[in-house]
């Protein structure tokens, strides 16, 4: 359910104004879902998109693609030309755990088959990469990378100097207090340095607004949510878990289909099974037929006959 918009008369006609921190896209579906831990935050994630509209978006930490996706998607549907920036090991490491070649084989389908044109992968540390982005130049970045303390304070110093002057950086995690998990903890730092916006729910979104030159729409985002902080909270985490429902629909119908697939499968072995048998039964009923309708057989019979006569005298 979306937060009530306002509304004004013009004429006879009811014209919805939208608030600052909401609009059309926040109503958006992705098209791609895989696993994922930030599945909520897409709506956000489609306004954002539209409010900045980058020239640079880049990605710390991509994993299966699921925000990525997400960006790459809303920039296409706004007819923005953005290039796009993903950048992971695509191994895991102690946090998300290790994983196989198949993750960077999904990430990278995808991204030839949708978004080649405009997105590139960069496989490696993001420290390897970082060079390869001028000064000045990325207006949307996300950090997702390894979520220890020293480590999101090394990814946002090591990548600052590439921020523009219109800039926004996402930082996820904020809300996760278990051992390792320090974002948090950097998030209370940085927040008051610049405009920013908390969101608590599906493991917590952190919005800075770093750029001195902000786009009109980013001001006017920071200005109404730090007068409603809880209606925006509130409209964005209701949009996410209606999102989270339809993929846990989504989800269950594709268990359902595969468990139904692994029945039917089950149930073609046993019907082969059976014709196999029944079929070995055949043959060998025909084989015993063929032998009693042979001569040998038939002229074999007065002995066969003695035989058995003799073996009853014997008992």
Known sequence: M????????V???SVVIEPDWLGPTAFWQPRFFPLSAWVEHAPFAFWIADAVRPRIFAELGTHYGYSYFAF????RRLGVDTKTFALDTWQGDDQAGAYGEEVYEYVAGVNSREFSASSTLLRGYFDDSVDQFADGTIDLLHIDGRHGYEDVIHDYESWRPK??????????DISE?????????FWNEIKTRHPSF???????????????????????????????????RDAY???????????NGRNEDAAAREALARRE???????????????????????????RSSTSWKLTAPVRKFSGAVRRRGD
């Open 265 to 291: 499968g089950e149930l073609a072995q046993a019907e082969q099974r059976a014709a196999a048998a029944a079929a070995e039964a055949l043959g060998l009923r025909q084989q015993l037929e063929a032998v």
């Open 2 to 9: 979306s937060e009530p918009a306002n509304r004004s008369l």
């Open 11 to 13: 004429g006879s006609a």
């Open 177 to 185: 207090h278990q051992e390792g998990f320090g974002v948090w903890r």
């Open 72 to 75: 790459c998607e809303a920039f």
């Open 198 to 232: 908390t969101f608590e729910h599906n493991h917590g979104l952190g919005v800075l607004g770093v750029g001195s030159a902000l786009p009109d729409t980013m001001v006017r985002f920071f200005e109404a949510a730090a007068q409603e902080p809880e209606r925006v």
């Open 237 to 247: 985490e209701r949009l996410g878990a209606d999102l989270s429902g339809i993929v």
């Open 163 to 172: 921020l523009s002057d219109r800039a926004v950086v996402l930082f996820h």
